[in-house]
């Protein structure tokens, strides 16, 4: 079975949320699922097989969530290339802003920039449309963990 390391990045709490709910799962599957919610780049390296899911809301006008800049930042300073390092992005955001989920953008093209590869598409989370993020996310897990 694989590891993964579900990295969150949330203010008020919903991504959190659905993180440990796609963790239940993983494990429910047979899978290795650790929740990050102050990730830093060693945590990654000390578990380079593992795959990435970065669950994160934005905040402000698309900004990065708190408790996952500093991973971010750090990864954007160093830049590790992560060729081998597979990942996924759950986006969660309201796009009644401008910058809808683009805290789950920023990411994804950064890990793309460091030569990570991504399973699946982006899965972007709207709270316009969606009353269940939880179920939604649950939904995309099931078909994004085949390819694990």
């Not at 919610?37 to 900004?63: F, I, M, Y």
């Not at 986006?91 to 953008?105: H, I, K, N, P, Q």
């Not at 920023?106 to 269940?132: N, S």
């Amino acid at each position: 079975m694989v590891s993964v390391l579900l990295v969150v990045g949330s203010v008020y709490g919903n991504s959190s949320s659905v993180a440990e709910e796609c963790a239940e799962l993983l494990r429910s599957a047979g899978h290795e699922a650790d929740i990050l919610s102050n990730a830093s780049l060693n945590d990654l390296k000390v578990r380079p097989d593992s795959v990435l899911l970065v669950c994160t809301s934005t905040t402000g006008q698309g900004e990065i969530p708190d408790n996952i800049y500093p991973l971010v930042n750090e990864l954007r300073e160093s830049f590790p290339l992560m060729p081998d390092r597979r990942y996924g992005v759950i986006a969660l955001g309201d796009s009644s802003y401008e910058t809808f989920a683009d805290a789950g953008r920023q990411v994804d093209e950064l890990l793309q920039e460091l030569q990570a590869k991504r399973i699946g598409e982006v899965l972007y989370i709207d709270a316009c449309e969606t009353a269940d993020p939880e179920g939604t996310a649950i939904e995309w897990m099931r078909e994004w963990m085949k390819a694990l």
